[in-house]
C-alpha cells in the first residue's frame, strides 16, 4: 500500500478534499486575527485589567497543547476522520460560544474549547496532508494549507477591524459568529469528501479499505499521466499498536523535533506576540 502511494505523481484524490484539510490553516489565523483585534474590545466589554485580557489568548494556546496531544491520541486510535470531525465540531461550539458570552469565566472557558478544536486541527490536518500524498509533493501541498491561512490573515483582520470599528462591543460578537457559521459549513464539506486515510486504515488492519482508497487514486493517476510508475520498495508496513511519547527523544526523531519546536516556538511568540496580543 505504502510503495502504490509514493509512486504517485501528485495530488489524487478531488480537489474539494484537499481544500477540506487545507481550510485548517484558514480557520487558524482568521481565528488569530479575529482574537487580536477582538482583544481590546473584549477588555472594555468586561472590564478587565491587562492582566485579564493577556490570560484569553493564554488560555486558547493551552487548548491548543490539550487538543493537540488528546485528540491527536484519539485520531491514531479510532481514525482520522471522526477525530477531524471533532475538531471543527469544537471550534465551531467553541466560536459560537465566545460570540454569547456573558461574563470573563465563560469567556476564557469558551476560548479554551476554541483551542482544543484549533489545536487538534493543526496537528490532525498536517498529519492527513502527510499521508495522502507522495513524499516528492508533500511539501507543495502543506504549503497550500498555508497559502489558505495567509488568505485568512488578511480576512480575520479587515472583518474584525472594520466590526470593531462600527460598534466595539457588538462587533468581536459578530466576527466570532462568522466563525462559528464557516465552522458549520466546513462539517458539511468534510462529512462529504474526507474519509481515513489509506496509510491510517493500513496500520489498523484495514486492507480492503485502504485498497479502496488507492485504486481510485491510481485511477485518478492513470488518467492524468497515461501510466502508472513501478511501485518503490518502501518499508515493511506494520499493524498499529502504540506509539509511546519516549519515541520522540530518541536519536531517530530528537533533531527534527528540535526543529519543530524551533520552528514554532518563534513562529507562535511572533503570532500572539505582534500579530495578536499586539493589537
Request: no cysteine.
Amino acid at each position: 500500500i505504502y510503495g502504490r502511494l509514493e509512486r504517485l505523481t501528485g495530488w489524487r484524490l478531488s480537489n474539494a478534499v484537499l481544500i477540506a484539510i487545507a481550510l485548517t490553516w484558514f480557520f487558524t489565523f482568521v481565528e488569530l486575527m479575529v482574537q487580536g483585534f477582538s482583544l481590546p474590545a473584549m477588555i472594555s466589554t468586561f472590564h478587565l485589567t491587562p492582566l485579564q485580557g493577556s490570560l484569553i489568548p493564554s488560555i486558547n494556546l493551552f487548548g491548543y497543547i490539550a487538543g493537540a496531544i488528546l485528540i491527536g491520541l484519539y485520531s491514531d486510535y479510532r481514525g482520522r476522520r471522526p477525530a477531524f470531525m471533532l475538531t471543527v465540531a469544537l471550534l465551531a461550539l467553541g466560536t459560537a460560544l465566545t460570540a454569547i458570552a456573558t461574563n470573563y469565566y465563560e469567556l476564557l472557558a469558551f476560548r479554551f474549547i476554541d483551542g482544543v478544536g484549533i489545536g487538534a486541527e493543526i496537528s490532525i490536518a498536517t498529519v492527513m496532508i502527510a499521508e495522502l500524498s507522495p513524499k516528492n509533493s508533500r511539501g507543495k501541498f502543506q504549503q497550500f494549507t498555508y497559502f489558505l491561512g495567509g488568505i485568512g490573515l488578511a480576512i480575520g483582520a479587515q472583518m474584525t477591524a472594520m466590526l470593531v470599528s462600527w460598534n466595539a462591543d457588538l462587533g468581536w460578537r459578530i466576527a466570532y459568529a462568522t466563525m462559528a457559521v464557516t465552522a458549520v459549513v466546513a462539517i458539511f464539506l468534510r462529512r462529504s469528501y474526507v474519509h481515513d486515510t489509506p496509510r491510517w486504515l493500513v496500520t489498523h488492519g484495514r486492507y480492503e479499505e485502504a485498497l479502496k482508497e488507492i485504486e481510485k487514486m491510481e485511477a485518478k493517476e492513470l488518467k492524468l499521466k497515461g501510466k502508472l510508475q513501478p511501485v518503490p520498495e518502501v518499508p515493511d508496513e506494520e499493524l498499529f499498536e502504540k506509539f509511546p511519547y519516549k519515541e520522540l527523544f530518541s536519536s531517530k526523531y530528537v533533531k527534527w523535533l528540535l526543529l519543530a519546536l524551533i520552528f514554532w516556538i518563534f513562529g507562535y511568540w511572533i503570532n500572539y506576540a505582534w500579530l495578536d496580543i499586539g493589537q
